[in-house]
């Protein structure tokens, strides 16, 4: 479904990610794993076609997108949610989702205001707050919520769990394992490894911009040393 | 043991919305106070109102014996009150030891002061912060090319300036790897034992609030529905419910030292 090949990218001349490549398969949830600085959110970037990689190409549902502007690459089907909560402030919570509203797609069963309420209770009661009025981690449910109302076929999550009470936390790791019983693709960049254990099949550990790892986490549990090295648990 | 802070009875209103209702405790010298609860509950609004930003609706703070009604941040920050941020708050173009002494002189009214070179000021009371934080090493290095964790630990340094009786730490890991977040607090714990300051703070990682807190209040929709030990706010059937949920996300191992 996603394949990154060999990419590299700048930030200016600082030269942030090497070599880069792994695939990512329909259904899949794959964590992201990492230090501060490691490289995480740049990849993510990369993929979104915000930040150009030099080199290297990027596949997404067998098309090639690093040409693509970072609009085409969202209507293909790929959600991304920043780490920074980018909300629409004087907008109201119902407003920011009817904002990130798009066609349904094939094979995804497609996101109703009703089904948003469900996952994140805290919406639903603020459906008529102006996005400034909500908390912070309010704020983070909000933008989650959003790009799902994209429907998105392959779901990039940049530290979704960061500042979200433990009870949510909780319910958000059931929905991406719903999300991906309905066929939606997850890739998660995560500091939680309680979390990213809970939803993901597959680990990846980027470390100085290069990836160290790819394996399961049961291969990663076996191997203490790379967990000792590269993610300071 | 002595109050550092009492809270009265503290209320806020945003246009109808109770956000805080009726809040009351004290936080003890030397006591490390994690005030949790879920997002929206009212955590930041009772931060805001302590350390003078909100106006209460209603209630009262006492910081020792005096009122703190109607003073501003600053005046507040003056009277022993620290605070840091979620979001780290730092000069990027200026050195580690150059942001602390930008605090102390601060502190000591000595910002707007003309003819004085501003490098030669507070560097010695400078340093012995950093050397407190374990940032001495990295003195001279600009902030902007800092790790994060170090970063964090500047940030406690310039909270220490103004010599705190009370820090107010808003999710003080936040964004930090496992390891790193457990040093953090290490070394607050050590700081608040050695200078017999208080920490209030709030977090979501309960990885740390179990191990580092004293004591745990929990607010919900603006009012504290439970205040104790860890072992007592890790088994409330309520907090469970509106909060905690069912463990998946924390350390079990620790559940069976409590």
């Known amino acids: 479904m996603l394949e990154l090949n060999t990419i590299n ?18 259904g899949e949830v794959v964590a ?6 490691a490289g995480k959110t740049t ?14 190409s990027i596949n997404f549902l067998g098309q090639e997108i690093s040409h693509l502007p970072a609009h085409t690459v969202a209507k293909m089907g790929l959600g991304y949610v920043p780490e920074e909560r980018r909300i629409f402030t004087d907008l109201t919570v119902l407003e920011n989702l009817e904002v990130g509203r798009q066609p349904a797609r094939q094979g995804i069963q497609p996101w109703t205001f009703d089904a948003l309420f469900e996952l994140f209770p805290n919406l639903h009661e603020r459906r008529n707050n102006r996005g400034r009025e909500l908390s912070g981690g309010e704020q983070q449910m909000l933008t989650i919520a959003r790009t799902l109302m994209g429907n998105p076929k392959l779901l990039l999550l940049d530290e979704p769990s960061e500042g979200i009470a433990p ?13 991906k019983q309905q ?11 309680h979390f990213a254990r809970l939803v993901a099949d597959r680990a990846i550990i980027i470390e100085s911009g290069e990836k160290k790892f790819d394996q399961s986490f049961a291969q990663l549990d076996a191997e203490p040393e790379v967990r000792d090295a590269y993610l300071s648990v | 043991m002595n109050s550092v802070i009492k809270v009265h009875n503290l209320c806020k209103t945003f246009g109808g919305i109770e956000a805080v209702k009726d809040v009351s405790f004290e ?8 005030l949790i609860g879920p997002n929206g509950a009212g955590k930041s609004t009772c ?13 009262e703070v006492f910081l020792g014996e005096e009122n703190l009604h109607g003073l501003t941040p600053r005046d507040i920050w003056r009277r022993g009150v620290g605070r840091t941020f979620q979001i780290t708050a730092t000069y990027p173009s200026m050195t580690v030891v150059e942001n602390v002494q930008m605090a102390l002189m601060s502190y000591h009214r000595r910002l707007f002061k003309v003819f004085c070179y501003a490098h030669k000021q507070y560097r010695p009371q400078a340093m012995e912060l950093l050397a407190l934080v374990g940032m001495e090493n990295q003195a001279d290095r600009h902030c902007a090319i800092l790790a994060y964790g170090d970063l964090k630990r500047l940030e406690l340094a ?40 208080s920490v209030l703070f709030t977090e979501h990682d309960m990885d740390v609030v179990f191990a580092h807190a004293h004591k745990i209040m929990v607010l919900n929709r603006g009012q504290l529905i439970a205040s104790g030990s860890v072992e007592q706010i890790r088994n409330d059937a309520k907090v469970q419910e509106v909060y905690l949920g069912g463990g998946s996300l924390y350390a079990i191992e620790e559940q069976t030292h409590a």
Request: proline share 4%.
């Open chain 2, 47 to 59: 931060f805001n109102m302590l350390m003078g930003q909100l106006p209460a609706t209603s209630g």
């Open chain 1, 167 to 179: 009870v949510i936390v909780e319910q958000m790791a059931t929905t991406i394992t719903q999300l």
């Open chain 2, 27 to 34: 936080v003890e010298t030397g006591q490390m106070l994690a």
């Open chain 1, 9 to 26: 990218s700048y930030y200016g001349k600082a030269h942030i990610l090497h070599d880069v490549s792994f695939k990512v398969s329909a």
């Open chain 1, 183 to 193: 066929g939606v693709t997850v890739v998660l960049s995560e500091q939680n490894l």
């Open chain 2, 158 to 197: 310039i909270a220490l300036s103004n010599a705190p009786k009370l820090l107010l730490m808003d999710e003080p890991t936040a964004g930090m790897a496992p390891k790193e977040r457990i040093k953090l607090m290490q070394l607050t714990g050590e700081i608040v034992k050695q200078r017999q300051i």
């Open chain 1, 32 to 37: 992201l794993l990492g230090r501060n600085g």
């Open chain 1, 43 to 56: 990849t993510f970037k990369s993929i979104m076609q915000l930040l150009k990689p030099h080199t290297g």
